[in-house]
């Protein structure tokens, strides 16, 4: 089994405010951090919710109750001329743009704008049009599955097969879209049983506090990790409460990192820096007590001590019963068999 090296999408989403200074800072935050891709959130308002549209509850709670999801999304919206600022910035801190679009004009303004891959969110799992259309492109996609059930994971894959993309070319990322994501609702178990279900890679994009369920995530399989992050999780807005900060972003790819090393190729074998240790944590068949020339061994007069330098203990049915050719004293290794 060859290991694989885990794409980390370090997600800034709209945790920018609406800011393009913020937005850069967040670029820099994932480069430091060495995350593969830095992703964003590319809609219009007007575009994406109706004007009297209900905010979910996690984001009544972290703006202001009285607010429509529109009034929200619409101070969050980034423009082309940013979205361009933003491109190059990656570019010049050497990290991948990379962003969701949430109808069919965003993805393709983000086609436009190079990117190699699509994300589809949880919420436009369901949406046909757009399936198709992002289908029809015949690149990468990735495939958020929050809120979904296994049949409508299968329609959405059936949608964007039918329409030119094939499925080795889908990842599949389990997730929940609870802000944050109580531990016990995660079902980390669910994203293998898709993999094995629908034949497709898998990953997680992940909402809990803290960074236990991406590394969980990586030792089950996952081929793409997300996470959101921010510069500071007590900013205003909808997302940073439920966001990981600086240090903590750096800690989680790092920890992935090492668990991608740790997964080796599945040959159970002693690796490379443990070989030396067999001498010092194996035993040898030594004398228990001092013994004399032809006398029988017996399980009386030899023992099994460290190092195992001399006769393996797994021959002690051949020794027992013999002779001894010479004399031993306690704790000298047995020569013979």
């Not at 967040?26 to 219009?44: G, H, N, R, Y």
């Not at 389990?174 to 034949?199: K, Q, S, W």
Request: overall charge neutral; proline content about 5%.
């Amino acid at each position: 089994m060859k290991n694989h090296r885990t794409l980390i999408i370090a997600e800034a989403g709209v945790n920018h405010n609406g800011n393009i200074d913020m937005a850069k800072r967040l670029i820099e935050v994932a480069a430091e951090a060495d995350a593969d891709l830095v992703k964003f959130q590319t809609f219009s308002a007007d575009r994406l919710v109706t004007s009297s549209a209900k905010k979910a509850d996690y984001q009544n709670q972290t703006t202001d109750v009285g607010e429509t999801q529109h009034a929200m999304l619409k101070k969050l919206e980034l423009t082309c001329e940013m979205h361009e600022a933003l491109v190059d910035h990656c570019r010049q801190h050497g990290i991948t743009f990379f962003s969701t679009g949430f109808d069919t004009q965003s993805i393709d303004f983000l086609v436009g704008l190079g990117i190699d891959r699509i994300k589809i969110p949880s919420g436009e799992i369901t949406n046909l049009p757009y399936l198709r259309h992002i289908g029809g492109l015949g690149i990468p996609v990735i495939l958020s599955t929050g809120m979904a059930i296994m049949g409508e994971i299968e329609a959405a894959l059936n949608l964007l097969e039918a329409a030119g993309t094939p499925r080795k070319r889908i990842t599949v990322l389990h997730c929940n879209t609870e802000y944050p994501t109580p531990m016990r609702d995660v079902n980390l178990r669910a994203m293998a049983n898709i993999g094995r279900a629908f034949g497709v890679a898998v990953g997680y994009s992940d909402h809990t506090p803290g960074i236990e369920v991406p590394i969980a995530a990586v030792a089950l399989g996952a081929t793409i990790i997300e996470k959101h992050f921010t510069i500071n999780r007590n900013l205003p807005g909808p997302d940073h409460r439920a966001s990981l900060e600086p240090s903590e972003l750096k800690a989680m790819v790092r920890a992935i990192r090492n668990i991608e090393q740790a997964l080796g190729d599945g040959i159970k074998r002693p690796s490379p820096s443990e070989f030396k240790n067999r001498e010092v944590g194996r035993k040898s068949l030594v004398a228990a007590r001092a013994i004399e020339i032809n006398e029988t061994f017996t399980p009386e007069n030899i023992t099994s001590k460290r190092p195992g330098t001399g006769i393996s203990p797994m021959r002690w049915d051949e020794v027992i019963g013999r002779k001894a050719a010479r004399k031993y004293a306690i704790d000298s290794m047995i020569k013979e068999i």
